[in-house]
Every structure is written in C-alpha cells, then in structure tokens.
C-alpha cells in the first residue's frame, strides 16, 4: 500500500479520501484552458514548500521562460526553488521533437529497433537523473498529448504512451500526467491512457445557458474511497481550489 500524497489543492485531497497514493500515476484530463498546467505546478510548489518533497516538471509542450513567468503570477517561484535545488525543469519540447526524428530513420534501417527504445527511455533516463539528484519525490508530466501528437500511427501513439506511464510507474514517485480531451459530451470514449494509470482526474468547463462553470471530478483512484461527484472549482491569483460542498451551478 501506497501512503498519501498532500496534494496542496485546497478541497482536492478531500476528494480523494485524504490524499493521492505516493508512487503511482495519476491522470490529469482536461480541455484546453481548463487549468491543467495550474493544477500541476501547484502541486509541484505546495509538495515543496509545505512537504518539504522536491519536484520535477517535464514539459513537452511549453518553454522554460513561459512556465516560469505563468507560475510566477500566483508567487510561486520556480526559479529561486530550482536555485535552491528543490526544483528541475527539464524542457524535453525540443527532444521529442528529435526523437520522433530518429524513429523515423530507424524504422527505415531496421524495423528491430523500432518502438520502445527511442524517444520515451532517454526523456525517462533524464527524469530518473534529476529525481536522484534532487531526492524528488514528486513528477509532473505536461503533457502527454504533445508526445502522442507527433506520432501518426495509433500503434506508436500507443506505444509511447505505454512506455512512458510503465517507466513512470517504475520510478517510485508520485507522477501526475496531464492529457488532453478532444471533446466534450455527457457521453465519452475513455481514452486508452486511462486504463494504464492508477487515477484519473477530470477537469472541464461546463455550459449552462449563459453560465459557464468550471468543474472536476475524481473519476478513477485504485485503492482509496473516492468522492465521485462533479464538483467545482475556481482558478484565481492563489491558484485551483476546489469546492467539494458546492452545487455546481448554485449560487457562490
Ligand atoms: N489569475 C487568474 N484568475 C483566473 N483565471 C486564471 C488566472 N490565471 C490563469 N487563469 C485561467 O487559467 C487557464 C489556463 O490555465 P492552464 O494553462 O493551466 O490551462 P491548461 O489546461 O494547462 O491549458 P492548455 O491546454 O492550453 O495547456 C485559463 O483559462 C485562464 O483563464
Ligand atoms: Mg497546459
């Protein structure tokens, strides 16, 4: 058994039965826009500065500056933290984007080397790097469909995406990896991720008439009692908080 990750979200952890499992994979769903890089940098900092639990941020899509400077406008300085090593950013942007390269011409030199090898273990070789240098103990891993977006092929968008949340899983920290959704309806296709991780948390915005409402569910969490309820939540100069008590379109 797994003991419990504070997750520094106001409201979340109640939604969780007191925490996130440590060690395991958590999925962060969501539109665009909906808080997800928010959500996971408030976790990384919280896990910092009130857990004293060091951080890695992976980013596959945003810059180092632009992380920096979002984050910075709810005072949450990675920068001084990755000065005072408690904190590593690792901008794999740029790698992915080579990776896919090189699987590319392998596949046209030897269909032996193809999948599992290339891209997901050297970002994975990297991560495990940091994680032993900084005594980390929590990851995030922004986001997953920036990864799966450059390959073509269903089978190698699986393939990445297996590799990446079993290697995460190995690592013996908590990960939270953000995904994107497509679309949005009453009735979804689960996404093939979903299966492999331990938790799923949800985040969208709903429409009500001329009401929008931002909302999050904990859909997934092996092994703990969860609160499976819609609930909402605000995203403000503090950063998400989620309001587990709350109707969801009442009256705040
Ligand atoms: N101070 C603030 N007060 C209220 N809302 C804010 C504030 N700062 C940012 N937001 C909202 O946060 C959202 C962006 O958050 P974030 O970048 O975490 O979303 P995301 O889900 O990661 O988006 P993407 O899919 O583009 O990566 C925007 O909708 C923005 O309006
Ligand atoms: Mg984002």
Not at 56 to 72: A, I, N, Q, Y
Request: glycine share 8%; proline share 4%.
């Amino acid at each position: 058994m797994s003991s419990k990750v504070a997750t520094g979200i106001p409201g979340l952890d109640e939604l969780v039965d007191g925490g996130l499992p440590s060690e395991r994979v958590i999925l962060i769903v969501g539109g665009p826009g909906t808080g997800k890089t928010i959500l996971c940098g408030q976790f990384l900092y919280k896990g910092i500065y009130e857990n004293q639990e060091n951080g890695v941020f992976v980013s596959l899509d945003e810059s180092r500056d632009h992380f920096f400077t979002e984050m910075k406008k709810f005072g949450w300085d990675f920068k001084k933290a990755e000065e005072d090593r408690k904190f590593a950013f690792i901008d794999a942007t740029r790698m992915s984007r080579v990776a896919m390269l090189k699987e590319k011409l392998y596949k046209e030199e030897s269909r032996s080397l193809r999948g599992k090898h290339l891209p997901v273990d050297r970002l994975i070789e990297d991560i495990q790097a940091k994680i032993s240098a900084l005594n980390a103990k929590r990851v995030v891993v922004d986001t997953l469909a920036a990864l799966t977006h450059r390959f073509l092929e269903p089978v190698e968008k699986r393939n990445a995406t297996v590799d990446l949340i079993e290697s995460l899983a190995d690592l013996g920290v908590i990960s939270l990896v953000t995904t994107e959704l497509g679309y949005l309806g009453l009735e979804r296709h689960a996404l093939e991720e979903e299966f492999l991780v331990h938790g799923v948390i949800m985040m969208q915005t709903l429409f009500s008439g001329a009401t929008t409402t931002r909302a999050i569910q904990v859909e997934k969490m092996r092994e703990a009692k969860v609160n499976p309820s819609l609930v909402p939540y605000s995203i403000g100069q503090n950063g998400i908080e989620i309001f587990p008590n709350m109707p969801l379109f009442g009256n705040k």
